[in-house]
């Protein structure tokens, strides 16, 4: 088993005591330069590293923070957790990355397990079936400093950072009706969650603006927010089967635009001259389809790194964060 080289070793290899050679590696001015170096050098050669854990004794920190996604093979939280990391590590602290696989009670799992490991805090955003966040207000009314992003709830008076979705659903919608198409139906994730009422919202509004009726036989939601195949493949052929039938889907969201084409695809319905399709996507290959699809992308990177600034601020506040912000990050309209 692999041990590392410890104070008492370098002590004992120098033959100093344990305490000058702590006072060297932290650079104390109470140490020559000549001991400073000679320990310096010999820790370098043994491939000292301080023990992360007597650091969190005396900080009274872990150095580590808890992240909460779906998933992380969804092209938005993908890049949202390299911003995370990008902040995160510049600052010293490890991330501890947990997947909920939109599951309520994975989702209580992780954040138990989480905070049982004395992270320093956490990184949320919501799983499709949590409407009950009363697992995280215990935590937060404990102290556990907490941010949410992207999907995010009400109750809970934190830092939360979003993506202006009411924005980006309003032009997706807008696009589709430029391009002539009258009949939209809606495909979106759990109807309680922050993301799909603001999408809802810039949808509806995009339709009252252009003279059109809001038919509620095409607004579908996927309660597992595309996690489920089959919940995506019966919304698109119920729209598919009605007497009205759409001639366009605004779907509003990673997972559940790919799962949307996927069907459309095997349907042989993937063509804009039978059913046009506009989405929120993070995915860099939306080009490369045939035909390619118009969609609305999030700027998932900064989000993560605002998220992470926001909760180490709260982490190294000396007192306590009163006053908190929602900040709203400006989506992009790709057409393609």
Request: hydrophobic residues 40%.
């Given at each position: 088993m692999f041990e590392s080289s410890t104070i008492k070793d370098i002590a004992r290899a120098l033959n100093l005591s344990t305490s000058t050679v702590s006072r060297a590696l932290r650079d104390s001015y109470e140490i020559s330069a000549g001991t400073k170096k000679?320990?310096?050098?010999?820790?370098?050669?043994?491939?000292?590293?301080?023990?992360?854990?007597?650091?969190?004794?005396?900080?009274?920190?872990?150095?580590?923070?808890?992240?909460?996604?779906?998933e992380v093979a969804n092209h938005y939280f993908s890049q949202a957790i390299n911003g995370i990391e990008s902040i995160a590590n510049s600052r010293g602290y490890t991330v501890i990355i947990t997947q909920t696989h939109e599951s309520f009670e994975r989702e209580k799992t992780n954040v138990q397990h989480l905070a049982s490991r004395s992270v320093d805090g956490l990184l949320i955003s919501l799983s499709a079936e949590t409407s009950d966040v009363s697992h995280l207000e215990q935590l937060h009314q404990r102290g556990l400093p907490i941010v949410f992003f992207d999907r995010v709830p009400e109750r809970i008076d934190t830092f939360k950072i979003i993506a202006d979705?009411?924005?980006?659903?309003?032009?997706?919608?807008?696009?589709?009706?430029r391009s002539g198409h009258l009949k939209i139906a809606h495909i979106s994730s759990s109807a309680h969650l922050s993301i799909s009422i603001e999408r809802l919202t810039g949808y509806t509004d995009a339709l009252h603006e252009n003279g059109l009726s809001i038919h509620p036989e095409y607004i579908k939601n996927c309660p597992h927010g595309g996690m489920i195949q089959d919940e995506v493949?019966?919304?698109?052929?119920?729209?598919?089967?009605?007497?009205?039938?759409p001639d366009a889907i605004f779907v509003a969201g990673d997972r559940l635009t790919m799962g949307c084409m996927h069907v459309l695809k095997k349907l042989n319905m993937l063509n804009p001259t039978k059913i046009a399709i506009a989405g929120f996507s993070n995915s860099d290959v939306l080009d490369l389809f045939n035909p390619p699809i118009t969609?609305?992308?999030?700027?998932?990177?900064?989000?993560?790194?605002?998220?992470?600034?926001?909760?180490?601020?709260?982490?190294?506040?000396?007192?306590?964060?009163?006053?908190?912000?929602?900040?709203?990050?400006?989506?992009?309209?790709?057409?393609?």
């Amino acid at each position: 088993m692999f041990e590392s080289s410890t104070i008492k070793d370098i002590a004992r290899a120098l033959n100093l005591s344990t305490s000058t050679v702590s006072r060297a590696l932290r650079d104390s001015y109470e140490i020559s330069a000549g001991t400073k170096k000679l320990v310096m050098d010999y820790a370098q050669q043994v491939n000292y590293r301080p023990n992360p854990n007597a650091l969190s004794l005396k900080e009274r920190r872990s150095k580590s923070i808890g992240i909460v996604v779906s998933e992380v093979a969804n092209h938005y939280f993908s890049q949202a957790i390299n911003g995370i990391e990008s902040i995160a590590n510049s600052r010293g602290y490890t991330v501890i990355i947990t997947q909920t696989h939109e599951s309520f009670e994975r989702e209580k799992t992780n954040v138990q397990h989480l905070a049982s490991r004395s992270v320093d805090g956490l990184l949320i955003s919501l799983s499709a079936e949590t409407s009950d966040v009363s697992h995280l207000e215990q935590l937060h009314q404990r102290g556990l400093p907490i941010v949410f992003f992207d999907r995010v709830p009400e109750r809970i008076d934190t830092f939360k950072i979003i993506a202006d979705n009411a924005k980006g659903a309003y032009e997706a919608t807008s696009h589709l009706i430029r391009s002539g198409h009258l009949k939209i139906a809606h495909i979106s994730s759990s109807a309680h969650l922050s993301i799909s009422i603001e999408r809802l919202t810039g949808y509806t509004d995009a339709l009252h603006e252009n003279g059109l009726s809001i038919h509620p036989e095409y607004i579908k939601n996927c309660p597992h927010g595309g996690m489920i195949q089959d919940e995506v493949e019966t919304a698109v052929k119920e729209l598919l089967s009605l007497k009205n039938r759409p001639d366009a889907i605004f779907v509003a969201g990673d997972r559940l635009t790919m799962g949307c084409m996927h069907v459309l695809k095997k349907l042989n319905m993937l063509n804009p001259t039978k059913i046009a399709i506009a989405g929120f996507s993070n995915s860099d290959v939306l080009d490369l389809f045939n035909p390619p699809i118009t969609s609305v992308f999030q700027p998932a990177f900064d989000m993560g790194q605002l998220a992470t600034e926001k909760l180490l601020e709260l982490i190294e506040a000396k007192f306590p964060v009163t006053e908190f912000e929602r900040n709203i990050l400006q989506t992009r309209l790709f057409i393609r």
